[in-house]
């Protein structure tokens, strides 16, 4: 039987990523950053759809030839490509149309099939690329810049939203509260960084009590903002790894009491994590411990597949292929939309 060889396309955001995806093996996955958003402290949406427009066609490319494909049609073996994936929604809308658009032009000009992803869905399937694959059904909890979600994935493609944040994301709490800390964008990461030098215990800010398995971090970083207030000047650098230490394992503790309470409703004890924030080193470890304690199999994505990629978006088209879900050349990408 032909191998099923998938080329994938990821421009959601300020990442233009291709990856190919041969029977769910990825074989090669390029992503170009943009670092022009840093002195804007930001994503600056059309900057972002500018630079996606140039790196794509050389990361498709790359993508392909470290693959060793062809968009031809060979006849045989992996020269082949049997579809075009694109993420279609949710993202920075002038961003999704450059992939869409791209995606298109190349499914109509190889007449191949198009396959249309869910941005959100992707993160989750991410952990279907290792080997060591999470059995059906699992818990996810996906964080990301604009996203915090535990999924119940009964199937790849049997996936249900059971949590999810009420106002800010974690991704967004951690990067603002790294600007409150005076620190350059993106601040999650460098939270992450002074935090491995703190005590985590030093200070202690609010933990919002919402109900269910939904999520808040708004209050959390009003604690922050009032705390730093009260401070005389030069507390911040002071005590700049403590702050970090102590905000992190706030977020964190938020993140795994709401997992622990979704295995314990849900009975599933084979859990994931995903998105950008998955790469935090406090959250994986937070996972790994509460893993070892309460008896769950515990699965984390390595860090390339954290963060936006088409890697993801190849895993997840790949399963939709097999289930013949394919889309019209007439989709449009949506910068919001509900799984």
């Excluded at 996810?140 to 106002?167: K, M, N, P, W, Y």
């Excluded at 919402?210 to 604690?223: E, M, Q, R």
Aim: with cysteine; net charge negative.
């Amino acid at each position: 039987m032909k191998p099923v060889t998938i080329l994938a396309i990821e421009s959601s955001c300020d990442e233009t990523s291709a990856s190919v995806c041969v029977d769910g093996k990825i074989l090669s996955n390029y992503i170009a950053n943009q670092a022009i958003h840093q002195k804007y402290g930001g994503v600056v949406p059309e900057l972002a759809s500018r630079a996606h427009m140039q790196h794509i066609v050389p990361v498709v490319d790359l993508a392909l030839r470290d693959a060793g494909c062809e968009m031809r049609d060979t006849g045989y073996g992996m020269g082949d490509i049997d579809a075009i994936a694109f993420t279609q929604a949710p993202g920075l809308i002038g961003s999704l149309l450059v992939g869409a658009q791209f995606a298109k032009s190349l499914s109509l000009a190889l007449d191949k099939p198009l396959i249309a992803v869910h941005h959100m869905q992707a993160h989750v399937l991410a952990n279907l690329i290792a080997d060591d694959k999470p059995p059906f059904p699992f818990l996810c909890l996906t964080v990301s810049g604009g996203h915090t979600q535990i999924v119940l994935a009964r199937s790849a493609l049997d996936l249900e939203v059971i949590g999810q944040t009420i106002d800010d994301a974690a991704g967004e709490a951690f990067d603002k509260t790294a600007k409150l800390l005076g620190l350059p964008y993106p601040g999650g990461p460098l939270i992450d960084q002074y935090a491995k030098k703190g005590d985590a215990h030093k200070f202690k800010f609010t933990e919002p009590q919402i109900a269910g398995l939904d999520f808040s971090f708004s209050g959390l970083k009003t604690s922050v903002l009032y705390f730093l207030q009260k401070q005389q000047p030069g507390f911040i650098e002071e005590n700049l790894n403590d702050l970090c230490a102590s905000i992190q394992y706030t977020i964190v503790n938020i993140l795994l009491k709401k997992l622990k309470k979704a295995v314990e409703q849900t009975g599933v004890k084979e859990v994931c994590i995903a998105g950008g924030v998955s790469a935090n080193s406090g959250l994986r470890n937070g996972l790994k411990q509460m893993g070892e304690l309460n008896g769950w199999k515990t699965f984390i994505p390595a860090f390339e597949y954290c963060t936006d990629n088409a890697a993801m978006i190849a895993i997840t088209a790949y399963h939709k292929y097999l289930a013949g879900q394919f889309a019209k050349l007439d989709i449009s990408p949506t910068a919001r939309a509900e799984w």
